[in-house]
Nanobody
Framework: QVQLEESGGGLVQAGGSLRLSCAVP????????MGWFRQAPGKEREFVAA????????YYADSVKGRFTMSRDNAQNTVYLQMNNLKPEDTAVYYCAASETMMATRDLWAYNYWGQGTQVTVSS
């Protein structure tokens, strides 16, 4: 079983920044594509960003493009989501996910392992 450990959530004012981290202990981290998803109260879980196993390609939801940056450090078994210019509509629980497909994908069903989530709250 692969465990994903998110951190970095919190409360921030609109226009502020946060950096989420997701640690994936184990020797197989570099073989996974990684993704970030979010779920706001009363809404379905939605795609935010994804990155290939070798950082060769990233994808972003249109709503975060230009504001969020996803990266990974395979030596540290960690993936990051830098979130800048945050908006109240970014408020949600953010989930890290790992896919055995190795290739970044927006499809929620393609992810095999999920973290517990970290709360991000953006005040206006």
């Amino acid at each position: 079983q692969v465990q994903l450990e998110e951190s970095g959530g919190g409360l921030v004012q609109a226009g502020g920044s946060l950096r989420l981290s997701c640690a994936v202990p184990g020797r197989t981290f570099s073989s996974y594509a990684m993704g970030w998803f979010r779920q706001a109260p009363g809404k379905e879980r939605e795609f935010v960003a994804a990155i290939n196993w070798n950082s060769g390609r990233t994808y972003y939801a249109d709503s975060v493009k230009g504001r969020f940056t996803m990266s990974r450090d395979n030596a540290q078994n960690t993936v990051y989501l830098q979130m800048n210019n945050l908006k109240p509509e970014d408020t949600a629980v953010y989930y890290c996910a790992a896919s055995e497909t190795m290739m970044a994908t927006r499809d929620l069903w393609a992810y095999n392992y999920w973290g517990q989530g970290t709360q991000v709250t953006v005040s206006s």
